[in-house]
Structure formats: C-alpha cells, structure tokens
C-alpha cells in the first residue's frame, strides 16, 4: 500500500468517525422535534416517522401550564446570578494563585481546587443534600452557592492558565503609573483575559441551564423548581406524557442554542488562548 493510499484510507475512517459522532447528536434531537408536534397515539404507532401535521396542542398546553413560566424564571434567575458570581470570583482566585507560584498555600490551593474535577458529583450528593439541608440552604440561594463552587474548579483551572500568558511588564508599568494591586487587576487584567472569562461564561450558562442531577438532590420545594426539574416532572410513577416534554425540551433549548450559535468562536479562542506560553 503506498503512501497516498494510506492517507486515503487515514481521511475515510476520520470521516465515518465524523459522520457516527454526528449521527449520534441528530438523531436524538430528531427524535424529540418531531414527537413534540404529534399526539399520543401517533407516537405510539411510530417515533422515528414525520408527524401527519404539525399537531402544536403539546406547546400550548406547556405553555399553558403556570409552573413552566415559574420554572423558566426560577431557571433564569440561578444562571444569571450563579454567572455574575462565577465571573466576579474565579479570575480573582486565579490571580492570586498565578502571582504566588513560590508560596505553598497557594500551590495546595490550586491543586486542591483543581483536585475537584476527579471527583464525581454522585460521591458528595447524599453528605452535600444532607449539609445544605441542616443549614436550611435547600433552595435557589443554596444551589448558587454549589454551582458557583463546582464552576470554579474548572474555570480557575482555565484562568490560570490562561493568565501566565499575560505580560508582567503591563502590570509593573500599571504600578509605576501610581495603581494599586486592585486597580491594576480590574483595569489591566481583566480586561485582557476576556476571551478566557466568555469562554467560561457560556460554558457555564450551557451547564447552568441544562443541569438537572443537582437540582434534583438539593430542590425540595416545588416552587424552586428549575425547567429540567418541571421537564422531569411530566414523568409519573404510572405515566409519561413524553409528547409534552418533547414539546418543553424543545421549548428550553431554544434560547440557549442561539446564544452558543453567536458565541461559539469564543470557546475556542479562550480555551487556545492559554495553550501557548509567551
């Protein structure tokens, strides 16, 4: 076999690879349009064929239903507000980090936040239900305070990173410019690490917004309830009106598939951006 014939065959079995790895995304996703414009019977017979017609009682009736609205503010109000705290708090942590490589409390701090990537969420779900429980924190101020923590681990992992690639010479001219340690951060620094902290944020607000196992543990009052929990709920102990949740999936996926259209260049740019030392 010669050399182009083995390229040849290298760019056939990347390419099936490719087109396994699509097929995977698009059928589930075309399993879940298509059920959510038919009717129960329909779907019955068939889940893999095209609705008769484009049947939208299933929409109305989620929208219809008052607890989807409270869900999707609830939903809206824990993302916004986990973010603005996720953005404000780990580009800070990172920098003190980055600055005192030398000190050891901050070298246990960095492997010891980072250290939280291998630990699985199933491990700490009961001890964590059970703490935030006790401390009366089994609401949407609690599950702040845990997305906020677990979106840390991974983002000052990024940040630091990212943050040896800045030049120590723009902070050190900021210092002889009269600044101090916060006014160089916020009006140096900060504003060169953007790429980094958009990356973050839509990885976050992806996560935040679709993140139901944690909800799940932690939200014991139904008014809390976030849009994957009110999607879980069409599920009964007898039941599944799958037709309607279709219907909400599509529903909630919507919003946060247009926002990762605009933004996706940023989650590459910020995730190179750190890959490189200058």
């Not at 929409?59 to 603005?84: C, D, E, H, R, W």
């Not at 943050?163 to 101090?180: M, R």
């Not at 009052?221 to 599509?250: C, H, P, R, W």
């Amino acid at each position: 076999m010669t050399v182009k014939q083995k390229q040849k065959l290298g760019r056939f079995f990347i390419y099936l690879v490719l087109i396994i790895g699509v097929m995977l995304i698009i059928f589930p996703l075309y399993v879940t349009i298509v059920n959510s414009f038919k009717t129960m019977p329909e779907s019955s017979q068939s889940f893999f064929t095209f609705p008769s017609g484009l049947y939208l009682n299933n929409y109305q009736s989620v929208i219809q239903n008052p607890k989807f609205f409270t869900a999707l503010l609830n939903t809206l109000i824990i993302t916004v507000i986990s973010i603005g705290a996720i953005v404000l708090l780990t580009p800070m942590v990172a920098y003190a980090i980055t600055k005192n490589p030398n000190k050891r409390f901050f070298s246990f701090l960095l492997y010891f936040i980072t250290g939280g990537m291998f630990v699985p969420f199933q491990i700490v779900a009961l001890p964590l239900a059970i703490c935030m429980s006790r401390m009366h924190l089994s609401n949407k101020f609690g599950i702040i305070i845990v997305y906020v923590t677990y979106a840390m681990i991974m983002g000052v992992f990024l940040c630091h990173g990212y943050l040896k690639t800045v030049p120590a010479e723009l902070e050190e001219s900021a210092y002889l410019d009269g600044a101090g340690r916060w006014r160089a951060f916020f009006s140096i620094i900060f504003p060169l690490i953007t790429p980094i902290i958009a990356t973050i944020i839509i990885l976050n607000f992806l996560w935040i917004w679709n993140e139901f196992l944690i909800a799940l543990v932690l939200m014991t009052n139904s008014k809390d309830q976030t849009l994957m929990l009110f999607i879980y709920s069409f599920k009964g102990e007898y039941t599944f009106e799958y037709n309607l949740m279709f219907a909400a999936v599509v529903m909630s996926i919507i919003p946060i598939t247009i926002l990762y259209a605009f933004l996706q260049k940023y989650i590459v740019t910020g995730l190179t951006g750190g890959a490189v030392k200058t």
